[in-house]
T-cell receptor
Framework: NAGVTQTPKFQVLKTGQSMTLQCAQDMNHNSMYWYRQDPGMGLRLIYYSASEGTTDKGEVPNGYNVSRLNKREFSLRLESAAPSQTSVYFC????????????FGPGTRLLVL | KQEVTQIPAALSVPEGENLVLNCSFTDSAIYNLQWFRQDPGKGLTSLLL?????REQTSGRLNASLDKSSGRSTLYIAASQPGDSATYLC???????????FGKGTRLSVIA
């Protein structure tokens, strides 16, 4: 099992460009999450999907959109990237809800110039 | 709003020492508490999950305790090794299906 995979691993964007971060899990988990991690700010939740077909905002959703494509895949889209979105993005999944053990992907490092 | 604090932010110890990492949370109505490890440039790896009804959980040289009423958890690492060097994060959900709130972590360095 690959667990949680994320693509790309690293990306450089110019301000105003758009991109989609991809995440997939092969553990048949119901819940998936997108976090960003910034120095001094810790790990903050952007969006989550408690189950296939549902998505909810987290602590810092502005400037992002998500799609739960199917049970395996959960993508994060930046429509018009800003330098403030420079961060490391992590996708995670859990079997059923945030109260279960969460499994994290390796992260995507995004630099917005 | 739940807030999670981890003290100290960084810790350096000689190899072989036993050590304790601290985690505190403001709302004691938690469903469980989770400890994670993060190596530099990597994602988070789950270490231990303590249910709200439990007092402690053990895995190898790691022992995590939970005192809900005081809003505190500790992660005890016995006989530390250089391979234990990493950032350790704790996190709590307020209920089963609400998202985790993370502390900012304690960066541990074990010196050989």
């Amino acid at each position: 099992n690959a667990g949680v995979t994320q693509t790309p691993k690293f990306q450089v964007l110019k301000t105003g460009q758009s991109m989609t971060l991809q995440c997939a899990q092969d553990m048949n988990h119901n819940s998936m999450y997108w976090y960003r991690q910034d120095p001094g700010m810790g790990l903050r939740l952007i969006y989550y999907s408690a189950s296939e077909g549902t998505t909810d905002k987290g602590e810092v959703p502005n400037g992002y959109n998500v799609s739960r494509l199917n049970k395996r895949e959960f993508s994060l889209r930046l429509e018009s990237a800003a330098p403030s979105q420079t961060s490391v993005y992590f996708c995670a999944s859990s079997e059923a809800g945030a109260g279960e053990t969460q499994y994290f992907g390796p992260g995507t490092r995004l630099l917005v110039l | 709003k739940q807030e999670v604090t981890q003290i100290p932010a960084a810790l350096s110890v000689p190899e072989g020492e036993n050590l304790v990492l601290n985690c505190s949370f403001t709302d004691s109505a938690i469903y469980n508490l989770q400890w994670f490890r993060q190596d530099p440039g990597k994602g988070l790896t789950s270490l231990l999950l303590i249910q709200s009804s439990q007092r402690e959980q053990t895995s190898g040289r790691l022992n995590a305790s939970l005192d809900k009423s005081s809003g505190r958890s500790t992660l005890y690492i016995a006989a530390s090794q250089p391979g234990d060097s990493a950032t350790y994060l704790c996190a709590v959900p307020n209920s089963g299906n609400t998202p985790l709130v993370f502390g900012k972590g304690t960066r541990l360095s074990v010196i050989a």
